[in-house]
């Protein structure tokens, strides 16, 4: 499911207009965003919690060339699954 597809079907259950749909949905993401950006947790109780992981610089290789290249430490998103979401899945 793409984003214009999550708010169609949004759109469709809560009996609202599109464009409503996608605004809530660009401040949802935007928000998110922004309280990953200052380090801080998102959790939606029963759903799950956004939250970052660092990974250290490390050394790689390039394929084509086999010569070592430095690889810079970065921060990646996660995202645990609440206990109502993974009940919701595996029924």
């Not at 169609?8 to 409503?20: D, F, G």
């Not at 801080?40 to 010569?67: H, I, W």
């Amino acid at each position: 499911m793409n984003k214009a597809e999550l708010i169609q079907a949004v759109a469709a259950k809560a009996k609202s207009s599109k464009a409503a749909v996608e605004n809530i949905v660009n401040a949802f993401t935007g928000t998110v965003a922004s309280a990953l950006k200052r380090k801080d947790k998102v959790t939606l109780v029963g759903f799950g919690t956004f939250g970052l992981s660092s990974r250290a610089a490390r050394m790689g290789r390039n394929p084509q060339t086999g010569e070592q290249i430095k690889i810079k430490a970065s921060k990646n998103v996660k995202f645990k699954a609440g206990k109502d979401l993974k009940n919701q899945v595996n029924r």
